[in-house]
């Protein structure tokens, strides 16, 4: 998505540990206009396959699971990582290690919201590894129900996560792809 590259070029910050920043428009301050555009590119690339919800987890996958379940007319479920004092109910849960903060996050769903017909769309924001996608995949196959795709906002294409969900098959989406944050400079996967 062309929109969203110029904005990573422009207002992303490439951190040490082959990490970006996008605190301008994405995980802090939000730009609800650009949030809505990847909502609309995403429910095009999932369009026509049956998708009765969408999956992510809290919290900086809410607001792009968001717009594409206005766009797709689905609604939309998020993962908990903080045990809720109003949740009570049965969950699905699944563990999930994350490499940068190295811990370890129980992720839960309520059982009552994911229907036995339900195929669900999983969108997030970044993707490195994949953990959290993993986590999300392992509660659908708990719920029995099927995937249809993986939407990400931005794909760090040289960690392993894109080509461990790819190697399963699954039909992955992502709106901007990142080669290399090598020297500071981000390049994406569509350039030279
Ligand atoms: P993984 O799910 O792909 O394995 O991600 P990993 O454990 O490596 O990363 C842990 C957290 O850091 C995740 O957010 C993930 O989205 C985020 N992350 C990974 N790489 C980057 C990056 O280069 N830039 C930014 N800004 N974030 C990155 P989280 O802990 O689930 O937090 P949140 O959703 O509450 O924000
Ligand atoms: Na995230
Ligand atoms: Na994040």
Redesign the pocket.
């Known amino acids: 998505m062309k929109a969203l590259e110029e904005r990573i070029k422009q207002d992303g910050v490439v951190l040490s540990g ?5 605190d301008q428009f994405l ?1 802090h301050q939000m730009d609800p206009d650009l949030m809505f555009e990847m909502g609309q590119e995403f429910a095009h690339l999932f369009q026509n396959q049956g998708i009765t919800k969408i999956l992510t ?5 809410i607001a792009p699971a968001i717009m594409t379940g206005l766009q797709m007319h689905v609604p939309v479920i998020f993962a908990r990582k903080q045990k809720s004092l109003t949740l009570t109910d049965d969950l699905y849960s699944s563990s999930v290690y ?4 190295q811990t370890e996050n129980q992720i839960t769903v309520s059982q009552k919201y994911i229907n036995a017909d339900d195929k669900v769309l999983i969108i ?10 993993f986590g999300l995949i392992d509660i659908a196959k708990q719920a029995g129900i099927e995937v249809a795709g993986v939407g990400i906002v931005i794909e ?1 294409s040289f960690q392993p ?1 894109a080509d461990k969900i790819k190697a399963q098959g699954i039909h992955l989406e992502s709106l901007a792809r990142i080669k290399s944050l090598a020297d500071g400079k981000v390049t994406f996967m569509d350039e030279q």
């Open positions: 082959d990490v970006l920043k996008v995980n987890v809290e919290s900086s996958g994350s490499f940068t903060k997030d924001d970044f993707l490195a590894n994949g953990q959290a996608v760090k996560g």
